[in-house]
């Protein structure tokens, strides 16, 4: 408890004199305590602006070399994150750049533009007939010189092509992230839960369960973060005794996206033979574009 609302505060927001305020963590932390994840062995997946893999555990792990852990929003616990600079941002790149006929069409139909961009995605076989996408739109700490690719065009690839190649590419780093994190913790992981705007897409879940070969679990709200807080005052206040019991409580599983094992065959060797080996082989280049044009700075 960190004090109580004023009367001057009272007055400006609404909120009644002398409700407890209470501490609760960073939007990330949150949505991983929203997403009850206090377990090395599930990862919380973030689909949000930022696309992020977390797993919370009582240990502390680094997992890029001097990049720290940092507190959860449950007491005694870190967070272990791999970041995704940029994430689920390239979806709305996308629907700007390339989307406004389904933006248009979506509201002359009273549906959702998510539900249509859906549908892209139904038209496109699993692995996007061979495009593949490095989704570094902006780099990392760790890549400063990184930028992203989209390899493997041929005269079939349309614009739907790449909004999968997009969703797939983002998957592939978020496994890329979920190795580094099994590696570095020590411990294997058997549970995903997806949360974030990201997490409404259907065709998202389900080929991330495909990608990663393990079920892709929805929870009840995508916005874990506000719920993560909610737990945080639900605690705070003596609700529960623990935050085992409060997220027990407070959290439940919606839909769950089981893995297509043909589908895990074929994402399975575009991960290995070429996902894994972007990176490497197009460094070079990126250091000579970054030389030759100065950017990113």
Not at 163 to 171: K, P, T, V
Request: glycine share 8%; aromatic share 10%.
């Amino acid at each position: 408890t960190l004090g109580e609302i004023s009367a001057k505060a009272a007055k400006v927001t609404g909120i009644p004199e002398g409700t407890p305020m209470i501490a609760a963590a960073s939007d990330k932390a949150c949505e991983a305590l929203g997403a009850a994840g206090l377990s090395a062995d599930t990862a919380c997946l973030s689909f949000g602006t930022t696309a992020t893999i977390n797993t919370i555990s009582p240990d502390y792990v680094e997992i890029l070399k001097h990049m720290p852990a940092y507190t959860a929003a449950a007491p005694h616990y870190y967070n272990h994150e791999y970041m995704i600079y940029r994430g689920f941002w390239m979806v709305n790149w996308f629907k700007q750049e390339f989307g406004q006929n389904e933006i248009d069409k979506a509201q002359v139909l009273g549906v959702s533009a998510e539900s249509l961009f859906d549908q892209l995605v139904a038209q496109v076989p699993p692995g996007s007939m061979g495009l593949m996408l490095q989704p570094y739109w902006s780099p990392g700490l760790k890549n400063l010189e990184a930028k992203g690719a989209i390899i493997g065009f041929g005269d079939v690839h349309t614009r739907a092509h790449i909004y999968r190649s997009i969703l797939e590419g983002l998957a592939y780093a978020l496994r890329e992230g979920k190795e580094s994190l099994e590696k570095r913790q020590k411990c294997k992981i058997t549970r995903l839960i997806v949360s974030g705007g990201g997490s409404q897409s259907d065709a998202a879940l389900q080929l991330t369960a495909d990608i990663f070969n393990l079920p892709a679990h929805r929870p009840h709200t995508f916005e874990t973060s506000g719920l993560g807080a909610a737990i945080n005052a639900a605690v705070g206040q003596g609700y529960f005794d623990s935050y085992q019991q409060a997220t027990a409580a407070m959290t439940r599983i919606e839909q769950s996206f089981l893995p297509n094992q043909t589908n895990v065959q074929l994402y399975n060797k575009l991960y290995q033979q070429v996902y894994r080996k972007m990176y490497r082989q197009l460094k070079p280049i990126y250091q000579s574009i970054k030389k030759i044009t100065g950017y990113p700075e």
